[in-house]
């Protein structure tokens, strides 16, 4: 996850550590810990120099994490599953039926046309939609990126789906994935998905990650029919 809000801070303390801004948080208790108020002292910490709007995530739907929350008026507002299958090396890219196959994103060529088709496919989500040209620029110099990991479908000069793929071995993660709304509906986001476990085959990755928020029923529906199951549950909350 990437908190997108502002300058991030780090706070550390005996067996809990938290990043954060002023609108936005994350935080982890060792297990071995918790109960001694470590959590609380961190979480309010971070609401004294943050936001009240502040949301939180806490990583696993524990508890002793759903109790703190409540204890401070937060509760639940986003749940982010992570979502893992096995790759199969022997993996291929489906024939396409209509548009050309799955080509490679082109830095410095492509970028504004994928600009415009990210914030039309993700219009809907409160950080996707909103990656600018800087935060594209910035994730293109992160160690992970490969243009040949960035599969993107074409109709003639038009971009019309993506699928995105964060490789830091041993786990290869669709980071985003993404079809214009107009195309929606025929295919293309599976199409997308094959092609990029062939990439990941090709790399010799064997298992495969991602994230997507709970209530996308579609997506979630697809990603399970390809073999993706339950790995673990991220929580936002926030204040009402």
């Not at 990437?2 to 067996?15: A, F, I, Y």
């Not at 703190?68 to 890219?93: E, I, M, T, Y």
């Not at 509906?185 to 599976?190: P, S, T």
Request: glycine share 8%; proline share 5%; aromatic share 8%.
């Amino acid at each position: 996850m990437q908190l997108r809000s502002g300058e991030k801070q780090l706070l550390e303390r005996d067996g809990a550590a938290a990043v954060y801004s002023a609108t936005e948080a994350e935080f982890v208790v060792d297990p071995a810990v918790r109960g001694r108020g470590i959590g609380t002292g961190v979480l309010e910490e971070i609401l004294d120099k943050s936001d009240p709007t502040v949301k939180i995530w806490a990583h696993g739907d524990h508890p002793a994490a759903r109790a703190l929350a409540d204890s401070h008026g937060f509760a639940p507002v986003r749940r982010l599953l992570q979502l893992r299958a096995p790759v199969d090396p022997n993996s291929a890219v489906e024939t396409p039926a209509v548009q050309t196959p799955a080509d490679t994103f082109r830095p410095g060529v492509d970028d504004a046309a994928w600009l415009t088709l990210n914030s039309r496919a993700f219009a809907f989500h409160p950080e996707q939609g909103l990656v600018s040209k800087a935060d594209l620029e910035e994730l293109m110099r992160e160690p992970w990126f490969h243009a040949e990991d960035f599969l993107v479908l074409r109709d003639g000069d038009a971009l019309i789906g993506f699928c995105w793929l964060k490789v830091e071995e041993p786990v290869g993660e669709f980071y985003v994935v993404g079809v214009d709304p107009e195309r929606q509906g025929v295919g293309l986001g599976r199409r997308l998905m094959r092609a990029g476990f062939a990439r990941l085959a090709s790399r010799g990755i064997r298992i495969a990650a991602l994230y997507v928020e709970s209530d996308n029923a579609a997506a979630v529906a697809l990603y399970r029919s390809l073999g993706f199951s339950d790995h673990s549950l991220d929580i936002q909350y926030a204040r009402a």
